[in-house]
């Protein structure tokens, strides 16, 4: 890669970490902007990048963030914050990304990546999707992602300014809160089962997912186009709760509730804690890893990005079982 100079934006998320973390180990120049960073990230996580701490809209910060950038990963979003009201969502994912993508090629950036997110399809009528599968986006997170990937590629068509789009599926490994809040719920044996388990869920390992990342900036013709990432293949999730259980010796769940009766209690409990601006434990966006269907076709990106999953879900669970491990060392 002869590109030395890197910014990633929403570096101080779980993505965002383990690439700029990435990034500097292989000995490239990068700079990691995000309004937040972890208080404690572990033992062996701490930043080998250098932390911006602000915003990417602000146009003095995000200015002097890209002087002598090469190349631009675009990670930070509106995303789980239930508390947040949805001109937020549209104003980050959405209104911010040409005004940000014109500050990058200002700048002299050579190479941006756009990162979306397979939340904008919904729950999919028919798996495996493909980059071509019309999207019925079921959340402001989705709609607005969607949204904002329309405006990154209309700007390249518009100016030639070099941007690729990536829809990750659902990225876990370590240093990732999904991740372990699945593990504790399962040891602690607070994990419910919400219907039937049948739905689809394509998992692919944070180091595949960096990977990808890596080849859209160099892949010759990638640019102005979408591609799906995700693992070698997708499971249901019971399946995917199984093989947490089966990878990290974890008992399996036996309590389960049909999903006609969690959703409007979910639905209720958001209305409540956003009177008083706190998350439930449990939102109608959480809701959907049991109740929508995800399965894609990596097929584009395997041809156009040279991508291909290292790693089955098996064993990206068994290197992700040490960072877990401590992290219940850490709180007992």
């Not at 969502?89 to 200002?106: C, G, I, K, Q, T």
């Not at 994990?191 to 160099?218: E, Q």
């Not at 990106?301 to 879900?313: H, I, K, Y």
């Amino acid at each position: 890669m002869s590109r030395k100079r890197f910014l990633v934006t929403g570096a101080g998320g779980f993505i965002g970490y383990n690439l700029g973390n990435e990034l500097a180990d292989d000995g490239f120049s990068v700079h990691g902007l995000d309004l937040h960073f972890p208080e404690r990230p572990g033992a062996g996580r701490e930043p080998r990048f250098t932390p911006i701490l602000g915003d990417f809209r602000d146009p003095v910060i995000s200015e002097q963030a890209l002087e002598g950038v090469d190349a631009v990963i675009h990670l930070a979003s509106a995303h789980l914050d239930t508390a947040l009201p949805e001109s937020e969502y549209w104003d980050v994912n959405v209104h911010s990304v040409p005004v940000f993508l014109e500050r990058a090629r200002a700048a002299g950036v050579q190479a941006f990546v756009h990162v979306s997110s397979v939340g904008i399809y919904g729950n999919l009528r028919q798996c495996p999707a493909d980059e071509d599968t019309p999207c019925e986006p079921q959340s402001i997170y989705g709609r607005t992602k969607l949204e904002g990937e329309r405006r990154a590629l209309e700007f390249h068509r518009s100016t030639g300014f070099p941007v690729v789009v990536l829809r990750p599926a659902w990225v876990y490994g370590p240093g990732c809160p999904r991740t372990r809040k699945l593990y504790r719920a399962l040891k602690r044996r607070k994990f419910v089962m919400i219907g039937a388990g049948r739905n689809l869920r394509h998992p692919v390992f944070i180091a595949d997912f960096v990977s990808a990342c890596r080849l859209a900036l160099t892949a010759p013709d990638a640019a102005g186009a979408a591609y799906l990432i995700a693992g070698d293949s997708a499971v249901t999730s019971q399946e995917l709760v199984d093989s947490f259980c089966r990878a990290l010796e974890l008992p399996k769940p036996r309590i389960r509730v049909p999903y006609s009766v969690i959703r409007p209690m979910v639905a209720t409990a958001e209305s409540l804690f956003g009177l008083v601006g706190k998350v439930p434990p449990i939102t109608r966006r959480s809701l959907e890893f049991f109740d929508t269907d995800n399965a894609f076709d990596i097929s584009r990106a395997t041809r156009v990005l040279g991508f291909r999953p290292a790693f089955s879900l098996e064993q990206g669970l068994q290197l992700t079982k040490d960072w877990l491990d401590l992290g219940e060392a850490d709180r007992n």
